[in-house]
């Protein structure tokens, strides 16, 4: 049976550190504040931002919580991102992915200041991260690297395999995984590969950051390997009040019984991300 990574009591450590980290900057009259801008209704997003709003209230640190209709210009959003931008009072700046397909995501990163950038999304964030210089970290694939090391699982010398590579979790997180520090071998499987049960049945370390339920089965899987799942899918069920039901992208119930850690969907990455993200806005907070 597999270790259960608990993503969401690593996540409430990691908040606990960083509300302390609050209290110490509001006592020297800085209280560190994330702009958080939510444009549509997408139900994912909405309890995301959330979530988000709610870990702030709780470190103690202020939450611009901006929330636009659906047919906001792109004009709308760029002139508001600008106007946080120059706002002394604002640490960081948030647009929640995805955005309605009328406006680029491309040029709303990129009018994103680096210095507010506590998603690590914009490519001069990118590019640092890339390098091992310092910079913001993308909070989905730093909060994985954090479980990795907090659960002591072997990352030196592993052979690290991602499912997909989007540009929030496989393509950072292949990066991460390969900095010294982590020192994992990695391989990343995308809708161009053949058979990524080839590859998966060799990870010492299996990531799946694909969106698709159930996808990763118990006999693609190296028995004592871990398991990461990113997937937050939300499958349709009439039983349930909300009528759907959280499921991850790994077959869990199967998987647990023979991978050597696993994470839970909900409470293990998701909670993470979050942590992270309030890790980076008071980190925002602190430099002068
Ligand atoms: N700009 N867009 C921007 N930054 C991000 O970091 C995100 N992401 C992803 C989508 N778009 C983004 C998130 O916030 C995914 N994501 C995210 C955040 C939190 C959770 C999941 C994904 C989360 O808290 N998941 C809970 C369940 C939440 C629920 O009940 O809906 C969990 O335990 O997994």
Known sequence: MAIIIDGKAIAAK?????????????????????????VGENPASVSYVTGK????????????????????SEAELLALIAALNADSAVHGILVQLPLPPHISEDRVINAISPEKDVDGFHPVSVG?????????LPCTPN???????????????????????????????????????????????????????????QADILIAAVGKPGLVTAGMVKPGAAVIDVGVNRVPDSSRK??????????????????????????????????????????????P
């Not at 292949?174 to 071998?185: F, K, Q, Y």
């Open 242 to 287: 909300s009528g759907f039901v959280l499921r991850g992208d790994v077959d869990y119930d199967a998987i647990e019984k023979i991978a050597g850690w696993i994470t839970p969907v909900p409470g293990g990455v998701g909670p993470m991300t979050i942590a992270m993200l309030m890790r980076n806005v008071v980190e925002a907070a602190e430099t």
């Open 53 to 72: 709003e709610k870990a702030l209230a709780e470190a103690g640190m202020d939450g611009r919580d901006i929330r636009l209709p659906a047919a906001t």
């Open 128 to 136: 640092n991260m890339v390098l091992g210089r310092p910079g913001f």
């Open 14 to 38: 990691v908040r606990d550190d960083v509300r302390l980290r609050t209290q110490k900057l509001t006592e020297r009259g800085i209280r560190p504040c994330l702009a958080v801008i939510l």
């Open 143 to 201: 909060g994985i690297v954090y479980l990795l090391k907090e659960m002591q699982i072997k990352t030196a010398g592993a052979h690290a395999v991602i499912l997909g590579r989007s540009n929030i979790v496989g393509k950072p997180l292949a990066s991460l995984l390969i900095r010294r520090d982590v020192n994992a071998t990695v391989t990343v499987c995308h809708t161009g590969t053949p058979d990524f049960s080839l590859y998966t049945k």
